[in-house]
Nanobody, 126 residues
Framework: QVQLVESGGGLVQAGGSLRLSCAASGRSFSSYAMGWFRQAPGKEREFTAAIMWTGTTYYADSVKGRFTISRDNAKTTAYLQMNSLKFEDTAVYYC????????????????????WGQGTQVTVSS
């Protein structure tokens, strides 16, 4: 199982930016799908963004155009650049990885991921 360690969370004013990083262990990082989920207080955990080994990306409608997911295979690290942050982006953000191939299905379901990080808190003040 891959170990994932998130960093980069913090407190930011609305309209500001943050970049989350997710350092992954393991030799097969380049063949994993990587993603981010988030969970706000009192709400269900929700899909935020994912990037495939091919570079194909998926985004939740709520973050499309504001967030960008990327990966650096040489550093075995995934990133989530978050711009134009809103109060409603406040949540714990979890990095996830998947070593399983799901043909033709967008990697948006939490059941698709077999490794989860501990999470990093992002707080956006209004």
């Amino acid at each position: 199982q891959v170990q994932l360690v998130e960093s980069g969370g913090g407190l930011v004013q609305a309209g500001g930016s943050l970049r989350l990083s997710c350092a992954a262990s393991g030799r097969s990082f380049s063949s994993y799908a990587m993603g981010w989920f988030r969970q706000a207080p009192g709400k269900e955990r929700e899909f935020t963004a994912a990037i495939m080994w091919t570079g194909t990306t998926y985004y939740a409608d709520s973050v499309k155009g504001r967030f960008t997911i990327s990966r650096d295979n040489a550093k075995t690290t995934a990133y989530l650049q978050m711009n134009s942050l809103k109060f409603e982006d406040t949540a714990v953000y979890y990095c996830v990885s998947s070593s399983t191939f799901y043909n033709g299905i967008p990697y948006t379901g939490p059941w698709m991921y077999d490794s989860w990080g501990q999470g990093t808190q992002v707080t956006v003040s209004s």
